[in-house]
């Protein structure tokens, strides 16, 4: 069964106990989440498209631990002004373990 799931303006295509990584979540690790927002849903049976959500179609996920992404580098430079900026940036990231994807 695979779904594909709205979650933080993103969309993630998931399995029963594939792991994403998504941007922060304020809640702490350990935590059961539960995603309503399920764009599209294909079983043995077919695939189900919502028109914009699926009503009874419910995906659930644990929050393993929260980690830092890759550094990036921004570089700002204007030629011949003697002008540089250089700047990293880590993101701060989720790592989620999809449970269940549930039918209603």
Same mark, same amino acid.
């Given at each position: ?33 539960? *995603? ?11 695939? =189900?498209? #919502?028109?914009?959500? %699926?009503?009874? &179609? ?14 990036? *580098? ?11 900026? =250089?700047? #990293?940036?880590?993101? %701060?990231?989720? &790592? ?9």
């Amino acid at each position: 069964m695979i779904a594909v799931i709205k979650l933080q303006g993103k969309q993630y295509k998931v399995r029963e106990g594939d792991r994403i990584i998504i941007d922060h979540l304020e809640v702490p690790a350990g935590t059961e989440i539960k *995603i309503s927002d399920v764009l599209l849903l294909e079983t043995d049976d077919g695939v =189900k498209i #919502g028109s914009p959500n %699926l009503k009874k &179609v419910e995906v659930t996920g644990r929050v393993l631990r929260h980690q830092k992404g890759k550094k990036i *580098i921004v570089f700002k430079m204007r030629r011949r002004k003697h002008f540089r900026k =250089k700047k #990293g940036h880590r993101q %701060l990231q989720s &790592v989620v373990e999809i449970n269940a994807i549930k039918e209603k």
